[in-house]
């Protein structure tokens, strides 16, 4: 599967347009995450524990696109966003959105 952040893919046409795919995920934080950060912040620097969550549910919400654009049958997602909100004190929602697409190489 193609995932780009571009409206077009170079070198490639597209056949069919199946429309938006999404996938997301909600996270909350760990009381142990939130101790060790609290150390960190008064240290300083990257706070990986919050990095690496974050990471995790980008991952997610990758996944979870790809998986509803493959069952429509894209082989490419164009025009890749992702976004997040505060659901709560403490939680995220992580969305990621594109658009499905089917694409073939052009021949030069």
């Known amino acids: 599967m193609l995932v780009v952040n571009t409206p077009n893919l170079p070198g490639y046409r597209v056949k069919q347009v199946y429309g938006l795919v999404k996938g997301n995920t909600t996270r909350a934080r ?4 939130d101790i060790i950060a609290g150390f960190k912040m008064i240290a300083g620097g990257e706070i990986s524990e919050y990095t690496e969550l974050l ?3 980008r991952d997610q919400a990758l996944d ?3 998986e509803e654009a493959e069952k429509l ?3 490419a997602i164009l025009n890749v966003r992702f976004t997040t909100s505060a659901i709560a ?3 995220s929602e992580i969305l990621v959105f594109g658009t499905a697409v089917a694409v073939e190489q052009e021949h030069m």
């Open 30 to 33: 760990f009381i142990g995450r």
């Open 64 to 66: 979870q696109m790809v």
């Open 55 to 57: 990471m995790d549910a």
């Open 89 to 91: 004190q403490g939680a």
């Open 73 to 75: 049958g894209a082989n």
